[in-house]
Nanobody
């Protein structure tokens, strides 16, 4: 079994910053990509940012230059530093990881989500 536990969400004023963390635990052999997605009410879940095991990053255009994704491979943890937050960043943020339990095949796992609310 693999669990992803997120932390760091909350309420912040526009222009402020928040840092999200997501730690993977359980029966883990290796982790490939890790990432953050978000879902606002009435919208589909969308990609925010991903990072490969080697540190290669991809960002949604709406957050590029404001958000930074990083990871600590030794701790199986991924971070999302969010700066210059806007009301439209308000959403539930979900952590995602491609995890191998057997060293051969990978499965996608999701965290439970953490609410980020940006007040104008």
């Amino acid at each position: 079994q693999v669990q992803l536990v997120e932390s760091g969400g909350g309420l912040v004023q526009a222009g402020g910053s928040l840092r999200l963390s997501c730690a993977a635990s359980g029966s883990i052999s290796s982790i490939n990509n890790m990432g953050w997605y978000r879902q606002a009410p009435g919208n589909q879940r969308e990609l925010v940012a991903t990072i490969s095991s080697g540190g290669r990053t991809i960002y949604a255009g709406s957050v590029k230059g404001r958000f930074a994704i990083s990871r600590d491979n030794a701790r199986n943890t991924v971070y999302l530093q969010m700066s210059s937050l806007k009301p439209e960043d308000t959403a539930v943020y979900y952590c995602n990881a491609d995890v191998s339990r057997n060293g051969v095949t990978f499965d996608a796992y999701w965290g439970q989500g953490t609410q980020v609310t940006v007040a104008s």
